[in-house]
């Protein structure tokens, strides 16, 4: 079982800059992938980064392509995103995602039905 709570959410201007968290309870975390979703209002939860359990491969959604990184620290059961020159239509609920499947795997999954676990979500809105 993982136990995941996101964190670092919050309000920013356009072009503006966060960073989020993504802590971990439970052994299998460092040896699966682990990916960012997010879900605006009357929207469908959308894809946004994933990362291999070791951080070799990394994908990411077309729309934060070139500004936002994810990146993990297995030693401390951790991941990241650090979003960069936001928009204000990258406003949602966000949400880190880990699954049981595929340890030490190079496959990166972007599909909400590939994950087994969820974090609660943080709110990130940007300001125009």
């Known amino acids: 079982q993982v136990q995941l709570v996101e964190s670092g959410g919050g309000l920013v201007q356009a072009g503006g800059s966060l960073r989020l968290s993504c802590a971990a309870s439970?052994?299998?975390?460092?040896?699966?992938?682990m990916g960012w979703f997010r879900q605006a209002p009357g929207k469908e939860r959308e894809f946004v980064a994933a990362?291999?359990?070791?951080?070799?491969?990394?994908d990411y959604a077309d729309s934060v392509k070139g500004r936002f990184t994810i990146s993990r620290d297995n030693a401390k059961n951790t991941a990241y995103l650090q979003m960069n020159s936001l928009k204000p239509e990258d406003t949602a609920v966000y949400y880190c995602?880990?699954?049981?499947?595929?340890?030490?795997?190079?496959?990166?999954?972007?599909?909400?039905?590939?994950?087994?676990?969820w974090g609660q979500g943080t709110q990130v809105t940007v300001s125009s």
């Open positions: 995602a880990s699954t049981k499947k595929w340890s030490r795997n190079t496959y990166i999954p972007r599909g909400t039905y590939e994950y087994d676990y």
């Open positions: 439970g052994r299998t975390f460092s040896l699966s992938p």
């Open positions: 990362i291999t359990w070791n951080g070799g491969y990394r």
